[in-house]
């Protein structure tokens, strides 16, 4: 399977440069001409991509293409030029969010030493970043029997939630029945990634011994309602995130 890499930064256009030239060449030879139009179409990308972070965060990815045009002010035929199918697009920004996440999970574990500081840290950032929102949703589900049946509680813990990603590619099915591949590879590092974190702070005894990396992955993916004063939210989501913060926390024997 072919591994996708992307990062939240990244601008490379999925369309292959050759389609992007023609379109903008317009058949000819002029680089004079031709170089402002590839800065305005680098540009509508980087707007379809920052609408779709947008809309899928706030609505998830059911929402309709035309929403994510509507965003970005551009015609619903520039984003289908550059995004043949919904399906394509919601992988892009999948498979990007994960990415984030897991850069997000290893300079946490790089820069704090004390194992609950580098969880706390990593779920911290995320929120804040609001890419845990755009998460595919089987990645919660990742390496748990589907009908948790006949499975003592900790075999379905952080070790196989961590090393056995799932067999084959996952598939993101959205609310209008749409479906797309997701980076498997991609998913993988991030569960090994954050799986890391969980298991130190599980072993320092800070963690609650039943919290999986599901459980991690589902805090960050929690959302406070939006509020239309910026400094409520940005209050609201804090407290959110403490209360979630302390409910993960192990509490010492009595």
Known sequence: MHTHNSHWSSTTALSPSGAV???VGNGRGDGARTAPLRVDAQRNLE??????REVFG????????????????V??????????????LVRRIAEEETSRLTDQARAALG??????SALSRFLRTSVASG???????????????EDGEGVPADEVRVPQQRTQPGGGELRLVAGDGT??????????????????????????GTLRTDVSVSDVLL????????????????????RLLDILLEGLRSRPSS
């Open 21 to 23: 030239g023609a379109a």
């Open 47 to 52: 707007h379809v991509l920052r609408a779709a």
């Open 58 to 73: 706030e609505l998830g990815y059911g929402a309709p293409m035309e929403d994510v045009a509507r965003r970005a002010r």
């Open 75 to 88: 015609g619903v035929g520039t984003v289908y030029r550059r995004f043949p199918s919904k399906d394509v």
């Open 111 to 116: 820069q704090e030493d004390e194992p609950w």
């Open 131 to 145: 890419a845990g929102r755009l998460l595919p949703p089987q990645v919660l589900r990742v390496g748990v029997p």
């Open 179 to 204: 479906t797309a591949a997701v980076d498997d590879a991609g998913a993988a590092a991030l569960l090994e990634v954050v799986g890391l974190l969980v298991d130190r702070a599980r072993e320092a």
């Open 219 to 238: 805090v960050i993916a929690t959302a406070a309602p939006s509020l239309p004063d910026p400094a409520q939210q940005a209050a609201a989501s804090a």
